[in-house]
């Protein structure tokens, strides 16, 4: 605690910025039913754990895909090394400016993870037979998504500034984080 303080007070620290996702639910009626943001991911789950959630996958307001899945997954380069991670998404380095979005255990042919351009809207629609939806926020903030209403996803306007008091490069935080064997390197070849 005592070096942290003194690098605070040293000014011997960086501060990086991260992407940041807006969230809003749309209902039938266009009508906004509401907002949130994320710094990880939104996570679009079916309310009744026992059934399917029926969407269909839209990124920039053409359609991609229509599936029955466990949820979508919408996340930052931050959170992709979190629960889109688990569901089968790709590791984004944090300095990447994309939305990564990763169908959940889908009942689909086509339901791979998706990198989009950081200026793209992603939105979910939940079919109208179906039951209520949510939409997920880091795990914790909730928003309702009733049956037949959408969630559209954006970079958010706002990015969390954080403080890295080191310097070590993403690569060894994630080769630390995930334990990854790295026994037997030996690094370049000089010539």
Request: aromatic residues 6%.
């Amino acid at each position: 605690m005592e070096k942290v303080i003194g690098q605070v007070i040293d000014r011997s620290y960086r501060v990086v910025e991260r992407m940041t996702l807006d969230i809003a639910v749309i209902g039938e009626h266009g009508d906004v039913l509401g907002r949130g943001w994320a710094l990880n991911e939104c996570s679009i789950e079916n309310s009744d754990r026992s059934r399917v959630l029926d969407a269909t996958l839209e990124v920039d307001f053409r359609p991609v895909s229509s599936f029955g899945c466990d949820g979508v997954l919408i996340s930052t380069p931050t959170g992709s090394t979190a629960y889109a991670f688990s569901a089968g998404g790709p590791v984004m380095w944090p300095q990447l400016d994309a939305i990564l979005v990763v169908p959940n255990n889908a009942h689909a042919l086509f339901a791979k993870p998706l990198v989009v351009a950081p200026t793209s809207t992603v939105a979910v629609e939940s079919e109208r037979q179906t039951t209520q939806a949510t939409a997920v926020m880091d795990g914790q903030r909730r928003l309702t998504v009733p049956s037949g209403s959408r969630v559209e996803v954006v970079r958010g306007e706002r990015p969390v500034r954080w403080v890295r008091l080191d310097d070590r490069p993403f690569t060894d935080r994630l080769v630390d984080k995930f334990q990854l064997p790295v026994s037997g390197w030996r690094g370049p070849r000089g010539s």
